[in-house]
């Protein structure tokens, strides 16, 4: 399985402060994209990064990625109580027949404390 | 990016009963699919949903228990059957725009309770 492994797991931090999550996975993969989910709720896209990328930015996120060491990270700056949910990182494979699956990770719990 | 809707948002169901939740997308996509998201847990994949053509199910998904329908490019449904506690679950329809390069967009999810 090339489920995704978050870390850490839960992450505690004040307002303003910066988060970053870091996703590891297993095999190749043509893409990886971050998730946010509020309260068991749907899932926000965030960001998607390709195999050959290895940075990119959006408003206060920065995401990397590393193929050497299958990891990518997620950098939240200057966080804000709004930002407290679960993070997800889902690495993506190009089917044959068109189409990407997603292997979703375990997820990381952040709560931004005023 | 394409807004999905799902219906219903959420709902408490027997044991041994059937829901069928309707997903619905405001564009033409080319792929849907549908996740399963354990209480505490993280997104499983269950099947893909082509127009046309028959579901593709993962590892431990059996079209006998989520049976799944793509009738056209902008609406599926997910079927959970026979239901058990075991189901209880957030499940959450996704779609893949067409010439889209690869982002995975979800609708809100619908929570379900098997009691």
């Not at chain 2, 408490?12 to 069928?20: A, E, F, M």
């Not at chain 2, 028959?54 to 799944?68: H, L, M, N, R, W």
Request: with cysteine; net charge neutral; glycine share 8%.
């Amino acid at each position: 399985s090339q489920q995704g492994e978050e870390d850490p797991q839960a992450l505690s931090i004040q307002e303003g402060e910066n988060a970053t999550m870091n996703c590891s996975y297993k095999t190749s993969i043509n893409n990886l994209q971050w998730y946010r989910q509020n309260s068991g709720r749907g899932l926000v896209h965030l960001i998607l990064i390709r195999s050959n990328e290895r940075e990119k930015h959006s408003g206060r996120l920065r995401v990397t990625l590393d193929t050497s060491k299958k990891s990518s990270s997620l950098l939240i700056t200057a966080s804000r109580a709004a930002d407290t949910a679960s993070y997800f990182c889902a690495t993506g494979l190009i089917l044959t027949g068109g189409g990407n699956k997603l292997t979703f990770g375990t997820g990381t719990q952040l709560k931004v404390e005023l | 990016s394409a807004v999905i809707s799902q219906k219903p948002s959420r709902d408490i169901c027997q044991r041994g009963t059937s829901l069928t939740i309707q997903c619905q997308v405001d564009s033409q996509v080319t792929m849907m699919f549908w996740y399963r998201q354990q209480p505490g847990q993280s997104l499983t994949l269950i099947a893909t949903a082509n127009q046309g053509s028959e579901a593709t199910y993962e590892s431990g998904f059996v079209i006998d228990k989520f049976p799944i329908s793509r009738p056209n490019l902008t609406f599926s449904t997910l079927t959970v059957s026979n239901m058990s506690p075991e189901d209880s679950s957030i499940y959450l329809c996704s779609a893949l725009e067409q010439g889209s390069s690869y982002e995975q967009y979800f609708g809100p999810g619908t929570r379900l309770t098997v009691t």
